[in-house]
């Protein structure tokens, strides 16, 4: 069935460091990926989309493409914030239907 | 507004009590979701509904009950629950759930502990 796969941590970082969370799906159609992540206490936001091959999604810092040779999503930031200390979830869309990773903690420390 | 509330934020009930999980919407959102997330665990979907119709039922015991008034809104109505069932209960909505290329906008969550 279609699922995802994103390493686990968790992460830990200093303040400026560069980011890389692995993501890999397997899917049997087309699906639309996400990256959401969750603060302590609260619920999922979304951060990045892409909903098809090559689209790279992209927003406060964070990118990620997606890549259909290698079925891959992974998330990256340059320069990491204490404030992007959180878990975030990989996802696949299809119909109505969306699978998450099983969640990758960050935390950044100053 | 891309704002999806939901009341309570917190529920502490016994196992023989009956309660309800309310989620709000006025993104003009045609699909709405509840899920389940147990702590460190990534969100479990349990119901869908789409157009106001429910179309995905992931095998949920029937001690959760989901309804949808209108569009705009989704309950959760709890009964009869087990400890087990404590977490937190995520609500989501997105534009339209048939081809899945729409983002879910997810509200704050309701934590609830079944006594």
Not at chain 1, 35 to 50: D, S
Not at chain 2, 83 to 91: G, I, K, V
Not at chain 2, 102 to 112: K, M, N
């Amino acid at each position: 069935g279609d699922s995802v796969t994103q390493m686990e941590g968790p992460v830990t970082l200093s303040e400026e460091a560069f980011l890389t969370i692995n993501c890999t799906y397997t899917a049997t159609g087309y699906p639309s990926l996400f990256w959401y992540v969750q603060y302590p206490g609260e619920g999922l936001q979304l951060l990045l989309k892409a909903t098809k091959a090559d689209d790279k999604g992209s927003n406060k810092g964070f990118e990620a493409t997606y890549r259909k040779e290698t079925t891959s999503f992974h998330l990256e930031k340059g320069s990491v914030q204490v404030s992007d200390s959180a878990v975030y979830f990989c996802a696949l869309s299809l119909e109505n239907d969306m699978r998450f990773g099983a969640g990758t903690r960050l935390t950044v420390k100053p | 507004d891309t704002e999806v509330t939901q009341t309570p934020k917190h529920l502490v009930m016994g196992m023989t009590n009956k309660k309800s999980l309310k989620c709000e919407q006025h993104m003009g959102h045609r699909a709405m979701y509840w899920y389940k997330q147990k702590a460190k665990k990534p969100p479990e979907l349990m119901f869908v509904y789409s157009y106001e119709k429910l179309s995905i039922n992931e095998s949920v015991p029937s001690r959760f009950s989901p309804e949808c008034p209108n569009s705009s809104l989704l309950n959760l109505h709890l009964h009869a629950l087990q400890p087990e069932d404590s977490a937190l209960y995520l609500c989501a909505s997105s534009q339209d759930g048939a081809a899945g290329l729409y983002e879910q906008y997810f509200g704050p969550g309701t934590r609830l502990t079944v006594t």
